[in-house]
């Protein structure tokens, strides 16, 4: 009896020692740092909803294998006044679901089904990538974005629970109807490409035998523990999705949620609870909870910068990519559909990583996500410091690259050279221009960089703490900064798209002036006058026509709403481009036939034939932003 009373006096002492140990650990993260910490985010958050009119906030933060903060601001509902909650509350996380993809796909690498260097085709049965070059396409470039596809635009749906995951074609079969073809030779240049996730989602299908939904839910969600959050848009977390908002004239309206084609691109729904379990895996070399995710080798592999990887720039992980934050290199991931804007950064070396998530669409929303990862790294490190750059700033190495070669437009971000959205690539580009002294401005819109010039092709921007480089790939100067490479717009089609522009108050001119014409001197006027006019008239309109089309998808493209792109517009391009090239076929014919027999008046005969120019110059433009393919 003694000895049993000894023994449960012991077992007692050991639990209150536990509970102890327990309460000093959080005691450690929980008191003052985490309420420096949390007032910090309540008064910036406080910002975001009253001056950037933002309904609802989501943030995690883990630190030192555990997590150190998490809460909502704001409202999910905000007609019933539901308050976000950052374990309930599901938010559309976006491209930051190209890192559950990635994660399935070296999954698979470590069990030896796929290799980060074979070529992709071997893999594939229902369809091969069209490449013509000699070097294959492989893992590692799908994941770096380095495979030289070209660009696509997804079906995007919209969907107010009408329309959930399970409504979309088999992921195999938009594959094989929409992926892009090779255009650049893999592993040369990065171009952010949706259809080249949504390939090694496919991949993942191929060898495990799973839907790429079944497969991520079982190996990812699963483990994990993340509970509340689902691979797309379903029945099973819609009651606890986040209304999307955007705030327009001083009210919040509610939004559509997006249904993407491409979904292992950019379907995951997730908490910012449940995100802190898959910071935490890859901050712990790929473990949590004692449930092995990854190898550590692999997480260390997926971390690292595998292009360009020439030890300055910062570019591509497996899924990754790299930034720099407060000088310190960070690893990231970010997300946008409408009305939802979402972060993930982790910083492997000091053990730290976040996740902030937003449900609104307003002026200020796009600055909220970078603004509070700067400030989270601001208050968790001290600032690093790049000795190289400062001691080559010095020097004050003489610009030896010819300026007006770098100067122009480049082209920003994704865009398509094979398809009709390639128009989108001339009205989406960005500046750069640099003076002798090797000052050199990048011009992005929102985003600006001031650079000076340090030798061999880099440049380094003080402020920012970011390299970017300059250099001459397949005879076009390519800019590569921030993980990108930026090519530069052909002369020719800058000044062919001008030369176009400039027609185009001829040509509206010509819908008014042409019907006056007809109306007056309709007595006077044959009828073969009249049908001239007539096909003047019509050549004009489809002209305007096209552009009109091609400013709706462009529209209708950033607003990730595409389904009537798909449906109509582009097959419109096509008849709108053949019909004006059948009429200005017999447009010149009229116009030489009446100089060469002096027909209409000598003015008539001179607008006639700057219409027909016009006409003529403009489908040239329809030509090469590939108009006429069918």
């Known amino acids: 009896m003694q000895i049993k009373k000894i023994m449960c006096f012991i077992l007692l002492i050991f639990i209150?020692?536990?509970?102890?140990?327990?309460?000093?650990?959080?005691?450690?993260?929980?008191?003052?740092?985490?309420?420096?910490?949390?007032?910090?985010?309540?008064?910036?958050?406080?910002?975001?909803?009253?001056?950037?009119?933002?309904?609802?906030?989501?943030?995690?933060?883990?630190?030192?294998?555990?997590?150190?903060f998490e809460k909502g601001y704001g409202y999910s509902d905000i007609k019933k006044k539901i308050p976000v909650d950052p374990h309930t509350t599901v938010f559309q996380i976006a491209s930051v679901s190209k890192l559950f993809t990635a994660t399935a796909a070296m999954q698979l690498v470590e069990q030896g089904k796929l290799s980060l260097d074979e070529d992709v085709n071997n893999y594939l049965t229902a369809f091969k990538l069209n490449n013509p070059f000699s070097?294959?396409?492989?893992?590692?470039?799908?994941?770096?974005?380095?495979?030289?596809?070209?660009?696509?635009?997804?079906?995007?749906?919209?969907?107010?629970?009408?329309?959930?995951?399970?409504?979309?074609?088999?992921?195999?079969?938009?594959?094989?109807?929409?992926?892009?073809?090779?255009?650049r030779k893999p592993g040369t240049f990065c171009q952010y490409n949706v259809y080249g996730m949504a390939l090694v989602g496919h991949l993942v299908e191929e060898v495990s035998g799973k839907s790429i939904n079944d497969y991520i839910t079982e190996h990812i969600l699963k483990p994990l523990h993340m509970k509340n959050s689902s691979y797309g848009l379903?029945?099973?977390?819609?009651?606890?999705?986040?209304?999307?908002?955007?705030?327009?004239?001083?009210?919040?309206?509610?939004?559509s949620y997006t249904v993407i084609s491409d979904h292992p691109s950019g379907s995951i729904c997730a908490t910012a609870s449940d995100m802190a379990a898959f910071?935490?895996?890859?901050?712990?070399?790929?473990?949590?909870?004692?449930?092995?995710?990854?190898?550590?080798?692999?997480?260390?592999?997926?971390?690292?910068?595998?292009?360009?990887?020439?030890?300055?720039?910062?570019g591509y992980g497996l899924g990754f990519y790299e930034t720099v934050r407060n000088g310190k290199r960070t690893i990231?991931?970010?997300?946008?559909?409408?009305?939802?804007?979402?972060?993930?950064?982790?910083?492997?070396?000091?053990?730290?990583?976040?996740?902030?998530?937003?449900?609104?669409?307003?002026?200020?929303?796009?600055?909220?996500?970078?603004?509070?990862?700067?400030?989270?790294?601001?208050?968790?490190?001290?600032?690093?410091?790049?000795?190289?750059?400062?001691?080559?700033?010095?020097?004050?190495?003489?610009?030896?690259?010819?300026?007006?070669?770098?100067?122009?437009?480049?082209?920003?971000?994704?865009?398509?050279?094979?398809?009709?959205?390639?128009?989108?690539?001339?009205?989406?580009?960005?500046?750069?221009?640099?003076?002798?002294?090797?000052?050199?401005?990048?011009?992005g819109g929102q985003l600006k960089c001031k650079f000076k010039y340090i030798g061999k092709g880099y440049f380094y921007s003080k402020e920012s703490g970011n390299y970017c480089k300059i250099a001459e790939k397949n005879n076009r100067m390519v800019f590569s900064f921030m993980g990108s490479d930026y090519e530069k717009l052909s002369g020719f089609n800058h000044n062919l798209m001008i030369a176009a522009i400039v027609f185009i108050p001829l040509?509206?001119?010509?819908?008014?002036?042409?019907?006056?014409?007809?109306?007056?001197?309709?007595?006077?006027?044959?009828?073969?006058?009249?049908?001239?006019?007539?096909?003047?008239?019509?050549?004009?309109?489809?002209?305007?026509?096209?552009?009109?089309?091609?400013?709706?998808?462009?529209?209708?493209?950033?607003?990730?709403?595409?389904?009537?792109?798909?449906?109509?517009?582009?097959?419109?391009?096509?008849?709108?481009?053949?019909f004006s090239f059948g009429l200005t076929v017999v447009s010149v014919i009229v116009i030489v036939n009446g100089w060469l027999k002096?027909?209409?008046?000598?003015?008539?005969?001179?607008?006639?034939?700057?219409?027909?120019?016009?006409?003529?110059?403009?489908?040239l433009f329809m030509y090469v932003m590939n108009g006429f393919k069918l």
């Open 16 to 68: 209150i020692f536990s509970l102890s140990q327990k309460s000093i650990v959080y005691a450690e993260t929980s008191e003052e740092s985490v309420d420096t910490f949390e007032r910090m985010t309540d008064d910036y958050m406080k910002k975001v909803l009253e001056e950037y009119h933002v309904a609802g906030v989501a943030v995690s933060i883990v630190k030192n294998g555990q997590v150190f």
């Open 135 to 183: 070097k294959p396409v492989t893992l590692r470039n799908l994941l770096t974005h380095t495979a030289g596809l070209d660009d696509r635009v997804p079906l995007y749906l919209k969907s107010s629970g009408d329309i959930l995951y399970d409504s979309l074609e088999p992921l195999e079969k938009e594959l094989k109807k929409n992926m892009p073809p090779v255009i």
């Open 234 to 255: 379903n029945s099973s977390i819609f009651k606890n999705m986040t209304k999307p908002y955007k705030y327009k004239d001083g009210k919040y309206i509610e939004n």
């Open 279 to 314: 910071i935490l895996m890859h901050l712990n070399n790929g473990e949590y909870n004692g449930i092995r995710v990854l190898n550590k080798s692999t997480v260390n592999n997926m971390h690292r910068n595998h292009y360009p990887n020439d030890g300055r720039l910062t």
């Open 332 to 443: 990231e991931h970010g997300g946008y559909l409408p009305s939802f804007s979402s972060k993930l950064s982790i910083l492997p070396d000091e053990n730290i990583g976040m996740f902030i998530s937003i449900n609104t669409d307003s002026e200020g929303s796009n600055k909220v996500c970078n603004e509070f990862v700067d400030k989270f790294y601001e208050f968790f490190t001290e600032k690093g410091k790049d000795v190289e750059p400062e001691k080559l700033l010095k020097q004050n190495i003489p610009m030896d690259m010819n300026v007006k070669r770098i100067n122009g437009r480049y082209v920003f971000g994704s865009y398509g050279q094979t398809d009709k959205t390639k128009l989108k690539s001339l009205l989406i580009t960005c500046n750069v221009q640099c003076d002798k002294a090797g000052n050199l401005m990048f011009n």
């Open 598 to 619: 002096k027909k209409y008046l000598l003015r008539l005969r001179l607008y006639y034939s700057i219409i027909t120019v016009a006409s003529i110059i403009n489908l």
């Open 507 to 578: 040509l509206l001119l010509s819908i008014i002036l042409l019907p006056i014409f007809m109306i007056r001197n309709r007595k006077e006027q044959t009828g073969k006058s009249l049908i001239f006019k007539s096909i003047l008239l019509l050549l004009s309109i489809l002209i305007l026509t096209y552009y009109g089309l091609n400013g709706i998808m462009a529209i209708k493209c950033m607003a990730a709403d595409t389904l009537i792109v798909h449906t109509y517009i582009i097959p419109l391009i096509s008849v709108v481009c053949y």
